[in-house]
């Protein structure tokens, strides 16, 4: 038996210490600011000559019960939560670059952060250049001189699309560029970006992590320099989970292990299922071996995720057909949660890009984005079958 207890076994067992009521399941401090004994010992944490608790927007014993479970799920030395995955996303970048920076970032990003990259940061003198996965050689040529952030997400949502980790860890610390690594769709438990070379890990809690589509969250996790800086960015601007969602959230990483097991054996049933049905164009998911990036996947990755893709014959019309006469499955723009999700990215959460952008980060008409949930896999199959045949 090796000395470092195992992924589930840490995500249960690291806990923040009990107060003094000897509590055996964390309670929830809503509490805005903590006492001091005397003045001296005030001043000494305000110095940070000691540690503590000082005011929930700094730091709350459930966001720090949190970081410690999730830093040791993504083995990163450091970290901090917020209160969506989107100010995770803002935060590690505006914290650690400033104006004439310039980020190199993979194309196939999610929506928002998409938004932050091409409407937000340039008002700040902050730019970007998009790199496509399928051309890595090509990515040499667009590191600049004020090139400062490689900004990535594996596998991308909604196109599933795998980048090389190793690749691209090496290829930062070759060009001295701080790796981000937006980690929503594996979650830690199927890969931990930290171990290939990323400085940051960033994530929506919000998914996964809480895993029942209950509450927001973000984090950003990393090396303790870089992290500092982010929390200094992040106290003084204001975007700290509450203490209820870090509670919820520090309580849903002690079954992450067991949900994501059970999402990804079923989203590999259901994708092996659906593989050659007469419906659908194409069925992608990351350990399938008709994915383009197969090999990529089952090295980098534990299991291939709960995401799966459907390309749908009959474009839009037929996707939406679809959707509905869906009967279990929800029409919601979550996905992580224990209930399967279906979203139309080409109408929805995409609908914002031109037709030729979707076209370049795998989104066609007819692709339709399963979450698969935690219910039986035979009532999703049976509820995804029907309504695959009631749309023809
Ligand atoms: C949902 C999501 C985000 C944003 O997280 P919120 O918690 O909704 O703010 C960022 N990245 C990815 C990949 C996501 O799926």
């Not at 090389?164 to 070759?174: I, S």
């Not at 992608?284 to 990036?293: G, T």
Request: charge should be negative; charged fraction near 20%; proline fraction near 4%.
């Amino acid at each position: 038996m090796s000395s470092k207890p195992h992924f589930e076994t840490q995500a249960i067992r690291i806990a923040a210490s009990k107060s003094n009521q000897r509590e055996h399941s964390a309670p929830i401090y809503l509490s805005s600011s903590f006492t001091f004994d005397n003045a001296e010992e005030a001043r000494q944490m305000f110095a940070e000559e000691i540690p503590g608790n000082i005011y929930s927007r700094y730091a709350n014993p459930n966001s720090t019960d949190l970081i410690l479970k999730v830093c040791a799920a993504e083995g990163t030395e450091d970290g901090l939560a917020t209160a969506s995955g989107m100010a995770a996303m803002f935060g590690s970048i505006a914290a650690l670059l400033q104006q004439g920076d310039h980020i190199l970032a993979s194309r196939s990003l999610f929506g928002s952060t998409h938004q932050l990259l091409t409407r937000v940061f340039p008002k700040w003198g902050i730019t970007s250049t998009y790199g496509d996965i399928s051309d890595i050689s090509n990515w040499e040529k667009l590191v600049q001189p004020n090139t400062k952030m490689i900004f990535i997400e594996t596998p991308s949502n909604p196109g599933l699309e795998i980048i090389d980790l190793e690749w691209v860890g090496k290829f930062a610390a070759a060009h001295n560029l701080i790796l981000v690594v937006d980690n929503c769709f594996a979650t830690p438990y199927l890969q931990q970006p930290a171990k290939w070379g990323a400085h940051i890990v960033t994530h929506s809690a919000t998914k996964y992590i809480d895993g029942q589509g209950r509450v927001l969250g973000g984090l950003i996790l990393g090396k303790a320099d870089l992290i500092k800086e982010v929390q200094f960015f992040n106290r003084h601007t204001g975007p700290s989970l509450s203490p209820f969602n870090a509670w919820i959230l520090a309580k849903s990483m002690e079954t992450l292990a067991v949900r994501m097991d059970r999402h990804c054996e079923s989203a590999l049933n259901i994708a092996q299922y659906f593989e050659n049905s007469q419906d659908l164009d194409f069925v992608k998911y990351p350990f399938l071996p008709s994915h383009p990036q197969y090999d990529l996947a089952k090295k980098q990755m534990k299991l291939g995720g709960g995401i799966i893709t459907l390309t749908l014959k009959g474009g839009i019309a037929r996707a939406q057909r679809f959707i509905d006469q869906l009967e279990m499955i929800s029409v919601t723009a979550n996905l992580g949660d224990s209930r399967s999700i279906i979203t139309h990215p080409a109408s929805t959460t995409h609908s914002k890009l031109t037709e030729e952008e979707r076209a370049k980060v795998g989104i066609s008409d007819g692709l339709i984005r399963l979450s698969v949930g935690l219910e039986h896999v035979d009532d999703i199959k049976l509820d995804v079958e029907r309504a695959l045949a009631l749309s023809r």
